[in-house]
Each structure stands twice: as structure tokens, then as C-alpha cells.
């Protein structure tokens, strides 16, 4: 898979992209990536094929676990609904994995002929609501409005301004650098989680998981050192769209629960609403930020000369983005926590690789190794977080 560069004196190349590749060359290039991927769904489906045809109960490290019940084994009916699960579970993932690979790729050749960051983000927000208000006039989706109760749109405030920004600044990373070093630095996202908590809660994480994030900043500061396509730009933009979901992370928190004497908003509709009024911020930043650029007379011929291929891809990057999610939101509800944790790795690791692969980015050892040790971090972080354990601690109430 590693092969070195001639462009790049010390660099090494993914990808079957290469010129006149051989036969052997292009299978050697994807053989390391798609057993990675297929283990880690293997893992995953195996555990969540338990968890579709049993009753519950709490495991001893708080994890959410199915058991299977007698009954089913004696009736022998467990084979056919392990068997209906496993391929429910295999598609859903292959969904879930396919749809976020697209969206990335999609994403970045958008911006490479339209290269307008905002305006790009203002489509995927728009695309997200007109989606979900056609689920919503169909039934295909509960309508939120007796869900949101007394003041839901001041407490929805907080994670809409992190969304619309976190978003705008992930297109504006895309544009500015590679695919893949923009999700290896999206990898430190539990760091800025666990800053962001104690600065407002003053929750403090347990060593183990604190622990797991040392990895996770080392592996990104070896990577970025390693990173042929380095830009400040791009690597402000993509931490700034980290630490802003991370915070949207944090204040979605309190939506779920919903408010006093009304029902609990689904995680879809609670994103949809988050969409919606992200993209009445984002819309005033497009303005300000590409508005003057997109009126240039060079940008207003390229838009004219790539108009029809402009419409794709921007069609096609806001369903693939509304789609991965939608996906995710119904597939991770089916899901134990440490299932959750182990389908995240695989599916950064999914689009990191295919990333590398279609653009054929060029990468350093340090490069590798650098987003090897992050991703592994990442996943570690989950894993230790999802199997419980001590608690996070919550400072003690100071006296008035």
C-alpha cells in the first residue's frame, strides 16, 4: 500500500489512483484498509444480532445488554431471527458506511469546482430540513411540535450556533486540505468534550479515560507533522469544527431529556430542529463570507461553464449528508453502547481509507503512524467510556 512517491522525495502513496497502475498494485493498495473495516463490522454485528431477539437486562459494568430468552430456543425460532437480524444489521451498516464515504468524497469535489465553504453548508442544512419536514407531512416521521414544550428554542440555541458553525468550518477544512487529515484531527473531539464539561459543569473524567486521550493527542501532533497537504487554514478550520461539535455534543445533552410534562423528542427530530435553526446562521455567513467572491466576474464564468455538474454535486452532497445521519440516528438506537463505540472506529477508519484511496493522498510514515495511533486512541476512548466504570466527578456544591 505504501509505495514511495517520485513527486514527493520521503512520501509514501495510497491509493490505485497512481498512472498505469498495475493489477497487483491496486489490490495490495486496498487489501490493509477492507479487513480493518470488515472485522470491526463483524465485531459489531455479532454483538447486535444478540441484541435483537432476547429480553433485557443491565450488564455488571453498566452496559446495556440482550440476553436470549429459553423460549426462543426451545421453539427454535432463534436461528431465523438471528439470521433476519445479522442481514438487517449487515445493511444498515454497509448504509450507514457508504453514505458517509460518499458524503466526503462528494464534499470535496463540490468544493474543488465550487469553492464557496459556506454556501456549500447552507445547502446540506437546507437539504436536512426539507427531508425532514417531507418525513414530517407524510408521517414517515412524528412531527416535534408537542415535544419541544416551554422554552425549547432558547435551550436549542446553544447546539443550532455550534452546528452552524461546526459544519461551515468542516466544509471550509475540506476545502483547504485533504479529506483524511481533516478526520484524523476531528479524532481529538473527546479531548475538547471533556474540557468543555468541566468548564461548565466541573466534571472531571476518570483516569482511565483520561488516560485514553494522551494517544489520541499525540497520534494527531505526529500526524499533522507528518502531513504533506499541511495548511493552517485547513487545520484551524477542522480543530474549530471539532471543538464546536464537541460543545454541540454537550448542549444536545439537555434536549434529549425533553422538557417538563412533554413528550421526548426523537434524536432525529431534535437534529432536524438543531438543522433548521443552524441554517438561519448560516445562511447570513454565506453572505457575508462567499457573497463577495461568488460575485466576481471569474467565479461567475466558472459558475456558468460548470452550472449543470454544480447542481450534482451539491444535490448529491445534501442527501448523502441528511442520509448517513438519518441512518446512523436509527441504527445506533438498536445498538449497545460498546457496539456504538466499536461502529464509530470503523466507520472513521471506513472513510479515512477510502479517502486516502480515491484522492490518492500522498502520506509520510509519520503521516501513518501519526493517524494510526489517533484512531486507535479514539476507539480506545469509547470503548472504556461505553463499558462504564467510575463516573465522571461532579465538584461539590459550594456553600452560600
Known sequence: MLVPSQQLPGAMTFGSAMPAPSRGAHTFAVSPIAPSVLFVMAGVIRRAKVVTCGVSKTGRRGTFLKETTPELVKTGKISSKLSLGTAVMTLGFLGWYGANV???IVNKHALGVFPHAWTVSVVQLATVVMCSMLGWATGAIEAPWRSMGSGFLWRLL??????????????????????????????????????????????????????????????????TAGELSFTWIGFLAALGSTVCFAGRGIFSKRLMSGAPNAKKMSPLNVYAMDSLMALGFTVPMAMLLDGPTMLLETSRASLVANKSLIVQLLAFSGLSYYAYNAIAFKLLA????????????????????????????????????????AIAGSGLYSYVKAMGGPKAMQPPPRSR
Open 102 to 104: 460518499a458524503f466526503n
Open 158 to 223: 446553544p447546539a443550532a450556533v455550534s452546528h452552524a458553525l461546526g459544519n461551515g468550518l468542516t466544509s471550509v477544512a475540506f476545502a483547504s486540505s485533504s479529506v483524511s487529515f481533516t478526520h484524523i484531527v476531528k479524532t481529538t473531539e473527546p479531548v475538547w468534550m471533556a474540557l468543555g464539561s468541566y468548564l461548565m459543569t466541573g466534571a472531571v473524567l476518570p483516569l482511565p479515560q483520561v488516560l485514553t486521550l494522551i494517544p489520541i493527542m499525540l497520534g494527531v501532533a505526529l500526524a
Open 334 to 373: 438498536k445498538l449497545d453502547v460498546v457496539s456504538h463505540a466499536v461502529g464509530n472506529l470503523g466507520k472513521r477508519i471506513f472513510v479515512i481509507g477510502f479517502a486516502v484511496v480515491a484522492f490518492n493522498i500522498p502520506l509520510t510514515w509519520r503521516a501513518v503512524l501519526g493517524s494510526a495511533m
